[in-house]
């Protein structure tokens, strides 16, 4: 009994707010004449018939699969960088300052430049993600890899363990709650550039839909098209969560252990 | 089994030249159990560090098993101080004791052998899907002692392994390591700061100076085999040697003081 109270707490706690927000846009927008703010209830109404399963094809998958291939092009190549670079003092010093200003550059101004080079297509749009949701992974993962613990690595050289299984068993598990930050952070900004690289020079995807829909002066749909986004980022977030759990379960573990000791 | 010839440590940094060994002579013989005391910031792990191959000396060797030693031994398997810090917490306790092997090589189910073999002889078989943290101090302590156990090395260091578990267990793995030494005959190298247990546990105990470290003395301890917690701490010779060895210390901290 007790448990379905707490069950029903959490989940109170967690839609809580969320559903505030949603009946106060409901009830402010009702009777809203503007035309660029429509009732919530015409943005509902509208939805079922913008969002169909032919436009899901058309303009959803491309864009989740540029999404999908660019973040996992950025995890894979900022772990593998920033292990080499974050295990190697030399090549540190050698490169940090180049990264410190290419990571200050915004990705969305080399939305131009890359169209130059690679191309109005699908690589232009998988680089403009890449070259913005690497940034985060890569020096998360230089500073994990470079702040392990020196007993660690004592006990490594010790018992000769090198090479490959060193790599797997002991550097990027001590790095993996360092890469996994990253990894949150990249999700978001790999998201954001998915849409930004719709709205120039694209024949498809969730940006590009949007940006038809407001030229249309089609603005419900419009509107139906922000919220097929953040739902798409909730579930982004939501599934990282869930490999996140399973990868650091050694850390939320130790941190809980210190906790109870103090 | 272990040399260490005229060995010589000076660190060298931001232009300050700091000596932690000075002169360090002594030998353990195959099988041998042989404690190293002396007092605080003497160097001992400069020493062991040393001997495990962790650092280059500036001069002088140390050969394990005729080899002389310029990077980790292959025989030899250390126990570190820090025993929290030193098992890997993203691997449970058996894949702790079983990564050293895997560096080996070793075929699965000579593994396994191994693993559980050294878990039961530290009274740990039971806890191999444990991870490290849920453990505590004492039972991490034990699992990085059958770790070592499980490389099957000729020659063991324990770094003050001791230092950070509370009395009583503090007693129990004690006698673990002196029933582990007993049943495997690893020659045995054991830094402590306690003197007590220096008398307690080896069959010699080398007694260090402060730094820049020499060895003051070299004493036998002819305490019978058998020893146990209550009589043996109790016998005359213990409180003797535990004096003298004492007075040595005390002595070597005054001549640091005046230096």
């Known amino acids: 009994m007790s448990q379905t109270v707490a069950v029903l707490k959490r989940?109170?706690?967690?839609?809580?707010?969320?559903?505030?927000l949603v009946a106060t846009w409901w009830f402010t927008s009702a009777d809203s004449q503007e035309f660029y703010q429509p009732p919530l209830s015409k943005i509902v109404e509208v939805f079922p018939k913008t969002w169909t399963s032919q436009r899901i094809v058309d303009d959803v998958v491309p864009s989740l699969g540029r999404f999908v291939v660019g973040f996992l092009l950025a995890v894979a190549t900022g772990i593998a960088v920033g292990v080499a670079i974050g295990s190697n003092r030399a090549l540190r010093a050698f490169f940090e300052p180049v990264l410190e200003f290419l990571r200050a550059i915004p990705p969305p101004?080399?939305?131009?430049?890359?169209?130059?080079?690679?191309?109005?297509?699908?690589?232009?749009k998988v680089l403009v993600i890449v070259s913005g949701a690497i940034w985060p992974v890569l020096l998360n993962t230089?500073?994990?890899?470079?702040?392990?613990?020196?007993?660690?690595?004592d006990t490594c050289r010790s018992y000769r363990v090198r090479g490959a299984l060193r790599l797997r068993m002991f550097v990027l598990r001590a790095a993996s709650p360092q890469i996994m930050t990253g990894v949150r952070q990249a999700q978001q900004i790999a998201l954001i550039l998915m849409v930004i690289s719709e709205l120039v020079a694209a024949e498809n995807g969730l940006g590009y839909s949007i940006v038809q829909f407001q030229r249309g002066f089609q603005i419900p749909e419009m509107w139906s098209g922000v919220i097929v986004l953040g739902v798409i980022g909730v579930l982004l977030?939501?599934?990282?969560?869930?490999?996140e759990r399973r990868v650091l379960v050694w850390y939320h573990g130790v941190r809980a252990a210190e906790r109870s000791q103090r | 089994m272990l040399e260490i010839q005229s060995l010589r440590k000076v660190y060298d940094g931001h232009g300050r030249q700091v000596e932690a060994l000075r002169d360090?002579?002594?030998?353990?013989?195959?099988?041998?159990?042989?404690?190293?005391?002396?007092?605080s910031g003497c160097g001992k792990t400069t020493l062991l560090r040393t001997?495990?191959?962790?650092?280059?000396?500036?001069?002088?060797?140390?050969?394990?098993?005729?080899q002389t030693v310029s990077g980790p031994p292959d025989q030899l398997a250390v126990v570190f101080q820090e025993y929290g810090r030193s098992l890997f917490p993203w691997l449970k306790v058996y894949e702790n004791v079983e990564l050293p092997l895997k560096a080996k090589g070793m075929p699965k189910a000579r593994r396994a052998e191994l693993v559980n073999q050294a878990l039961a002889s530290v009274g740990l078989l039971g806890a191999g899907t444990a991870w490290p943290w849920q453990l505590s101090g004492g039972m991490q302590q034990r699992v990085a002692i059958a770790r070592a156990l499980a490389y099957e090395p000729r020659v063991l260091l324990m770094d003050e392994p001791f230092a950070a578990v509370d009395a009583q267990t503090r007693a129990d793995l004690e006698d673990l390591v002196r029933s582990v030494w007993r049943e495997t005959g690893v020659t045995l190298l054991f830094v402590t700061h306690d003197i007590d247990e220096s008398v307690y546990l080896g069959q010699r105990v080398v007694v260090l100076s402060s730094s820049p470290t020499t060895v003051v003395e070299d004493i036998r301890i002819d305490l019978p085999d058998e020893r146990d917690q209550l009589n043996t701490r109790g016998l005359p010779l213990f409180v003797e040697l535990r004096s003298h060895i004492y007075s040595l210390i005390q002595k070597a901290k005054r001549t640091a003081d005046t230096r």
């Open chain 1, 11 to 20: 989940v109170g706690l967690i839609l809580g707010l969320p559903a505030v």
């Open chain 1, 109 to 124: 101004v080399l939305v131009p430049i890359l169209i130059l080079v690679a191309g109005i297509g699908n690589d232009q």
């Open chain 1, 142 to 153: 230089i500073e994990g890899v470079r702040s392990v613990d020196p007993v660690l690595v």
């Open chain 1, 237 to 243: 977030a939501l599934l990282l969560r869930l490999v």
């Open chain 2, 24 to 39: 360090v002579t002594f030998s353990v013989g195959d099988g041998e159990f042989v404690c190293v005391v002396g007092p």
């Open chain 2, 51 to 66: 001997i495990g191959g962790l650092l280059a000396p500036t001069s002088g060797t140390v050969t394990v098993a005729g």
